[in-house]
């Protein structure tokens, strides 16, 4: 699971120096898809993966409103906010959690029931997901999108026959 | 990682059911970003699957060609062909392999190692990566794309304390 998160983590921030390269009004600039802008999309993806750990957690959300985040820094800040905590809570993830159910109270009114494993790959995806819109944008504005590859980032070392020895 | 991959076999079958509604005509139409069409789109993550399993299984790769599964129904019945294989490999993956190297060719004639849970985790994020580029190319065409919700799709069964007692 904890790979999965750094992976992702470590293309947010290959992102973000995508995005020093563009302009604010670029952006902030509404497409077709997603949710809609190229900041709201990185706004959206740590917004989304604060919720849900604070709500497995059992702590409050602490909801944040776009039209206070509208440049990269302010964006950048917000993500750093929140990391600690997160980091935290995905490090100390073992195996036992997996099965453990999550009660979420649905618009209808009534619960549904997730377990704690579909939770952080729902995260895991949602980013990945959004990531992958981001791609067809860059395209549409002329740039190379930032690599979606998990092979080639260094994020598990494998064991070689020596090192088993 | 066996989740994952239901995960995505599920969202792949609800792009194909989602596809019955598009003329071949709009599936195969160039786009702008990723491999260029929607229906290219789905071949190449059933190519990617299927080749990054067959390299791990130490098995020959059978290169296909796109300008063979030009429309839905070839698409599914390549897709179909490589299940059982693919399913196996996953189904029999344990922790153990993780760190196993995989050693992995380059252009340049270096050898590049990867492990093998990077591996699975680059099949994984391949496909959802490039249905975020899908569910972009949907809204172009004025369709409500397929969701991406890990949750609510019954992949793992909570287990309630009732049970676990």
């Avoid at 992102?15 to 077709?32: A, G, K, S």
């Avoid at 895991?124 to 998990?150: D, F």
Wanted: some cysteine; proline content about 5%.
């Amino acid at each position: 699971m904890l790979t999965f998160f750094h992976y992702n983590w470590v293309v947010r921030e290959q992102w973000y120096q995508w995005c020093e390269e563009i302009t604010n009004d670029e952006l902030l600039r509404e497409r077709t898809g997603g949710v809609g802008s190229i900041l709201q999309t990185l706004f959206h993806i740590i917004d989304v993966e604060w919720s849900w750990i604070r709500m497995l957690e059992g702590k409050p959300d602490t909801p944040e409103n776009f039209e206070d985040y509208k440049n990269l820094d302010k964006i950048r800040q917000l993500d750093e906010k929140y990391r600690t905590d997160i980091e935290g809570f995905v490090e100390a993830w073992d195996d036992s959690m997996e099965k453990r159910p999550f009660y979420d109270p649905q618009p209808d009114g009534s619960v549904a029931m997730d377990a704690w494993g579909e939770v952080m790959r729902h995260v895991i995806a949602h980013q990945i997901h959004h990531m992958g819109q981001l791609s067809v944008w860059a395209r549409e504005i002329g740039k190379k999108p930032v690599s979606p590859n998990v092979i080639g980032k260094g994020l598990i070392h494998p064991e070689t026959v020596d090192e088993d020895q």
